[in-house]
């Protein structure tokens, strides 16, 4: 080993610490809109958001600070009615009651801007090949929104609060609706809502899988492969549980 190898000592306090806070960030469908959260405590959330990593150095996102509870509301009923359409389409997903949306007094529209695409590897002249490269453009520019979402939730949740991560909008009909409320312009889009505050009733600890579930070492190991079979099961079987309920109390 180099000196240089031998000198560096990894900070294990600074991890627990860290792993504290990534532990402790627990889902929370409803908050207690009777406890504020101050506009500086949205600013230190922002903040970690905006040295996240992100294709390119890209940053194709905004954010918007929704204060109004009106258009808190607005937001809510919108998805109220969304989750009564796929009620119709028969989606069979589980749905969470979309009313505690309005409850958030951190409320953050995530907005990312798709032209940041062509800032990535593609062609651009609408080739076939050129539709493989957008796919993967798009994917490393949906996946640099989630690392910077994502440090957003991690603030929120090391400041004590708890948080909610909504991307039930998707399609078209959302988008325009959604637009208008917050005058986003046409050729961006709302990706998904994060939400936090002092939660209405106690957060629980949803199940994880093990590490030795998820962790390959140098090669993948087939014996933690699922057939397409086998996650049509676990989606019938396990779902609802490991969505709403705490892991200790599933059986
Ligand atoms: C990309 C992403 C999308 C999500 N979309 C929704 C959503 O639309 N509605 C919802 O109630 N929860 C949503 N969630 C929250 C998950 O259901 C939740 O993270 C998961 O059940 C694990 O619970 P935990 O966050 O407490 O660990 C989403 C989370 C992520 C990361």
Redesign the pocket.
Known sequence: MTSEATAFRADRTRYDQLMETVRG???S?AFNSAVPVPREHIELVMEAARHAPSGANAQPWHYIAVTDAGVKKQIADYFVEEQRRRAKLKMKFPT?NYRGLESAPGFIVVVADFRFLRAFPVLLDGSDLDKQYQENAERILLQSV?ASTMSAHLAAAALGYQ??????IGQQAAQEALRPLLGIPADLAVI?IMLFGVPAKP?Y??W?KTLPQILHWDRFNMDKYMTTDQIDAWVKEERHK??YRDESKID
Do not use: I
């Open positions: 960030r627990l889902t469908r969470p989630a948080v909610w991560w909504v991307t039930a998904d957060p600890k949803r994880k490991v969505m």
